[in-house]
């Protein structure tokens, strides 16, 4: 055993003395000391020795396989040394330049409308995106199978309660955190909920099954309506750097009585019409309205007392009108050509 450890290692070393390329170095390191290789193989043989045979062929093989991991080292920098030297290169010469990464379309508006919101003293809360019935549906004045549940449809979680009913989804829309702050914070409330949203959604370029809300919420005593568009237009001022031209139309929405949407003209068709606004020239984006006394009762607070308006915005829409954007499905499609451009 000795004898073959002893000739194994003059031949290793004898190999090296001849190598002038690292690949050529590599496989020779793998053939001889890799997991199946030349040395390891007469490793496996000490299992047939005796206690002391052990020791002694044990203690030799360690000694011999550093000297030639330290042979293998000496001699790869001994070539590395030599390609710098053939190849003339200048180690001081700078490295390939690393793009820096940048943050999204979506993220920079998020950013800006936070901003604005806390300027104005608002709250900017987060809210589990995993949902129960109770707080997307119910709570929100739409108990089960009332018709309005039909106005948003939704990807259920393929699980049941104790009662043997579906009541996770994921969120169809933020307004859930609305009651979850009132009950939290109670009155009076100023907050705004940015997040992701999931609708089982037929996709084409004004529709997405993954995209972007901005809940807001105010209750207070003596809110009206002229609050509520108030800092509407004070968002999309902010946003937009400019007056934009709007229209105030009646909506239904469950969670609010009375309920208005509020449209901006399109900004990529300039109002004649193209798929983006549906050839409609406007393009919702505030469906908005004053907090039904329902969604009051169950964040715990007195609809006689106080009031409140809540609205919720479309968030991916308003980018797609900022940057002229005219496709939805481009902010999740990972397409670097679309990223880079912001």
């Not at 039909?150 to 393929?158: A, E, L, V």
């Amino acid at each position: 055993m000795q004898n073959r450890l002893q000739k194994l290692k003059q031949e290793i070393f004898d190999k090296l003395a001849e190598i002038k390329h690292l690949d050529v170095l590599r496989d020779l390191e793998v053939k001889y000391l890799g997991r199946k290789g030349e040395f390891t193989k007469i490793l496996r043989c000490l299992k047939d020795l005796t206690i002391q045979e052990k020791k002694e062929i044990g203690k030799l093989a360690n000694e011999i396989k550093k000297d030639l991991q330290e042979k293998f080292e000496e001699v790869k920098n001994v070539i590395t040394k030599n390609v710098i030297k053939r190849e003339k290169l200048d180690v001081t010469l700078p490295g390939e330049k690393i793009e820096k990464g940048h943050l999204h379309p979506i993220t920079i508006i998020q950013n800006e409308l936070e901003d604005l919101f806390i300027s104005m003293g608002f709250m900017v809360l987060d809210g589990p995106e995993l949902e129960s019935d109770y707080y997307n549906f119910e709570a929100l004045n739409i108990p089960k199978h009332h018709p309005a549940r039909d106005m948003q449809d939704t990807f259920y979680i393929d699980k049941k309660n104790k009662k043997q009913e579906y009541d996770l989804v994921m969120r169809t829309h933020t307004s859930p955190v609305q009651v979850r702050a009132m009950q939290k914070y109670g009155a009076p409330l100023r907050c705004v909920v940015p997040g992701k949203v999931f609708r089982n959604e037929a996709l084409d370029a004004c529709h997405e099954h993954t995209f972007y809300q901005l809940e807001g919420l105010m209750i207070d005593e003596n809110i009206s309506i002229s609050n509520l568009i108030a800092v509407m237009k004070k968002l999309l001022n902010g946003i937009f750097k400019k007056e934009m031209e709007t229209r105030v139309r009646p909506g239904y929405f469950p969670f609010v009585e009375p309920g208005i949407e509020l449209d901006i003209k399109c900004a990529i068709c300039n109002g004649k019409g193209c798929p983006s606004c549906k050839n409609s020239g406007w393009l919702e984006l505030f469906p908005a309205g004053m907090v039904h006394p329902n969604v009051l009762i169950a964040g715990n607070i007195d609809p006689k007392k106080y009031s409140g308006f809540a609205f919720g915005l479309g968030l991916t829409r308003l980018i797609m009108m900022k940057y002229g954007i005219n496709d939805i499905r481009l902010f999740n499609s990972g397409d670097l050509r679309f990223l880079e451009q912001f």
